[in-house]
């Protein structure tokens, strides 16, 4: 399983990077047979928001670090290093450009884009 990684070099760039997500093998739910798991990370807040159809926002960094996994639709991340990367449902990212220039995101399409948005600690 992966995640896109954004964050941010010593000058407050910010740029994206393909990250593996390691799992072993572990107990989630006994009885039920073991399965390909992740170490546990401790959370502050899950929120939901829509990014309507056609929203496109100034550059700005991550509120806080957090990890966003779209539900519908489909998004335009361009990170302060000029990389470009488009993604839809079941994309999973890391955002963790809190303190530097930011990026920008732009919704792509005619559908609202739904985002569950896990902030961490």
């Given at each position: 399983m992966q995640y896109l990684h954004m964050t941010e070099d010593e000058n407050g760039v910010s740029y994206f990077?393909?990250?593996?997500?390691?799992l072993s093998s572990g107990d989630f739910a006994p009885p039920a047979p073991t399965m390909p798991i992740s170490q546990k990370e401790d959370c502050k807040h899950l929120l939901y928001l829509v990014l309507p159809?056609?929203?496109g926002g100034?550059?700005?960094?991550?509120p806080r670090r957090q990890v966003g996994f779209c539900l519908s639709g489909r998004l335009r991340v361009e990170a302060g290093s000029g990389e470009v990367r488009e993604f839809g449902a079941g994309a999973i990212?890391?955002?963790e450009?809190?303190?530097g220039s930011g990026h920008t995101t732009t919704v792509l399409g005619d559908?609202?884009?739904?985002?569950?948005?896990v902030q961490l600690e």
């Open positions: 990077a393909d990250v593996e997500i390691p159809a056609g929203w100034a550059k700005h960094p991550s990212w890391r955002m450009d809190v303190s559908e609202d884009v739904q985002l569950s948005i």
